[in-house]
């Protein structure tokens, strides 16, 4: 489990490449054949970095439980298997595997006529794991050994018995949250490049895509964004701190059948001074908060959330008009400041900006999880204790009490009267989000252009499946308050009055937002006037938080009769509000 790749990584042709790519498909190494293969919890426990329920799922022989074994579990396989699987002289040759015991006895009659001797056997020299694209695409993240099979060790125990607990590499830049800075190859502790993990995931889940003229990926590690990009953007460029993330990036990009990206090897914005702006740049920076730079995958090398602070207010400067940067993100939090207000003030002028609070751990829980992904834990107690007290040493100089995690995007638009929203969402969400990003800076640009006058002139409909909830008292004639719940996207809540349950009850599209205010208020027999003068502030925050959805004027014909703008049983704080 401790052997990490070889220093000489593989090298394909584009078409032997395809020949791989092809028997892979094949033999069903793909998600949905590994999900089949392992079952749902040996799956689950693979992506955590376990491998004993998968080693215990693969002790047949077929095809796919070779290439499980070989690429995944990273175990020798005999080579008659290989082959029976692989155009294995050619993956060979290409460097994608190596041959361990005996040495080949090309020529003999033992050697079968595929050049294996007795007891030889094959094993891979970088990770190959199936990743699903969109639309069901297959695809194949390309990275080191042993750091996706580490267990509970964490990354540390990916290195080979003996080898020292600290890697020594500090760093400042962008070497991506899927670049490690473990090794046992000869002290070069800045190299290793991690595969595809939650972060990745996610950040790819958040991405608005469409199609772009160039993209960005900053901080590349083995390039599953650019993987995603290359889907949109007629021209991806992909940047990292480390030459050897960029080829496993290559090789990714390669393996995957994907446009190949330009690569340029630097540190945060460097190697994109000087170009054309970009109308998406994506980072899953190293955004750990640490003392020091002990991993280069992880930790940013800059005081604090420097790093993170830098990408955002760098990034206007590399953004065309309309175009996002989204990123991943961990911030302080400061005794004497609010988090909000700290991690807005790096928005640049001219951007909008959404900044959503995923999660918050005081600095003892913060400081125990890194610990715990470089394996210290497992070591010499005195020298966890020492790493424990150098991380709370660090915050306690910085007044750091906790540290938030989240996301980061960015638009750029030039307006005069920026939105900048930052908010603390805990709860579960729907990925993929990128269209709720994008219809979240859409629904900005309106509430920023409509007056209250003319919002009362627009149409607006319910969002797909929002339900109303009432809460109260069991039996209670009335409920104490009444909750509009979303069921997609970011599933948010808010409590509504009576009138605002109402009035997203009824939003169809059919009529403007005055016309059932007043009919609204022709049945409770309130004022209209009044109604009209004080709920825009109501309709704005569910226009806000994608409750509803302003539609084109001219898209509907006469609204239908007033009697229609009320539930039929007519009572507005009944009933569901969806769609």
């Not at 590690?221 to 953007?233: E, M, N």
Request: hydrophobic share 40%.
């Amino acid at each position: 489990m401790g052997r990490v790749s070889t220093d000489a990584l593989p090298e394909p042709a584009d078409e032997s490449t395809r020949r791989l790519r092809e028997a892979l498909r094949t033999a069903r190494f793909t998600a949905d054949g590994l999900l089949e293969l392992l079952g749902a919890p040996a799956y689950a426990a693979l992506a955590r970095g376990e491998t004993v329920p998968a080693l215990r799922a693969t002790r047949g022989e077929g095809p796919l439980e070779t290439l499980v074994r070989l690429f995944l579990l990273q175990q020798p396989v005999p080579y008659d298997s290989a082959h029976s699987v692989l155009p294995v002289e050619e993956a060979l040759a290409d460097r994608w595997l190596e041959r361990v015991g005996e040495a080949p006895e090309r020529g003999s009659e033992d050697g079968g006529g595929h050049g294996a001797g007795p007891g030889a056997s094959v094993r891979a020299t970088v990770d190959v794991r199936p990743y699903s694209g969109p639309e069901d695409q297959d695809w194949w993240i390309v990275s080191d050994l042993g750091c996706a099979v580490g267990g509970a060790g964490g990354i540390g125990s990916a290195r080979d018995p003996g080898t020292s607990a600290t890697s020594g590499s500090a760093t400042s830049g962008t070497s991506g949250s899927d670049t490690s800075a473990t090794s046992d190859r000869g002290g070069d502790a800045a190299s290793l490049v991690l595969g595809v993990g939650g972060a990745s995931t996610t950040l790819a889940g958040i991405t608005v895509r469409g199609p772009v003229a160039r993209a960005l990926d900053l901080g590349t590690g083995s390039g599953i964004q650019a993987l995603h990009a290359g889907r949109s953007a007629t021209q991806v460029t992909a940047t990292d701190l480390n030459p050897r993330a960029l080829h496993m990036t290559r090789l990714t990009l390669a393996l995957s059948g994907a446009p190949a990206a330009e690569l340029r090897e630097g540190s945060l914005f460097e190697p994109a001074e000087g170009e054309e702006p970009y109308d998406l740049i994506v980072s899953n920076p190293p955004f750990v908060i640490s003392p020091g730079a002990r991993l280069t995958y992880r930790d940013g090398g800059m005081a604090g959330d420097a790093l993170c602070r830098t990408l955002v207010e760098r990034s206007a400067a590399h953004l065309a008009p309309g175009g996002y940067c989204q990123l991943l993100a961990n911030w302080e939090h400061r005794a004497d400041e609010d988090w909000r207000e700290r991690v807005s003030s790096w928005v640049p002028a001219g951007c909008d900006a959404w900044i959503v609070q995923r999660e918050v751990q005081d600095v003892t829980q913060y400081a125990e999880l890194w610990l715990r992904d470089a394996g210290d834990h497992l070591r010499d107690p005195a020298t966890y204790a020492a790493h424990y007290d150098a991380w709370l040493e660090e915050f306690e100089a910085r007044g750091t009490k906790a540290v938030g995690f989240g996301w980061i995007t960015l638009r750029r638009t030039e307006a005069e009267r920026p939105s900048v929203l930052a908010e603390e969402w805990p709860h579960p969400v729907e990925q993929p989000l990128g269209e709720v990003v994008r219809s979240h800076f859409e629904r900005q640009d309106f509430l920023r252009e409509t007056s209250d006058a003319a919002l009362l002139e627009h149409r607006f409909v319910l969002a797909d499946e929002v339900v109303q909830e009432q809460v109260g008292l069991p039996g209670a004639e009335d409920p104490e308050y009444v909750v509009l719940r979303q069921n997609r996207g970011m599933r948010r809540a808010t409590t509504v009055d009576t009138v605002g349950a109402g009035f997203a009850g009824v939003c169809d599209g059919t009529l403007s937002a005055g016309r059932i205010l007043d009919a609204i208020g022709q049945l409770l027999g309130e004022d209209p006037a009044e109604l009209r003068a004080r709920t825009p502030e109501s309709i704005r925050l569910l226009v806000e938080q994608g409750f509803l959805t302003p539609v084109d004027a001219g898209q509907f014909g006469p609204g239908a009769a007033v009697k229609n703008a009320v539930p039929g049983d007519g009572n507005l704080g009944n009933g569901v509000a969806g769609a």
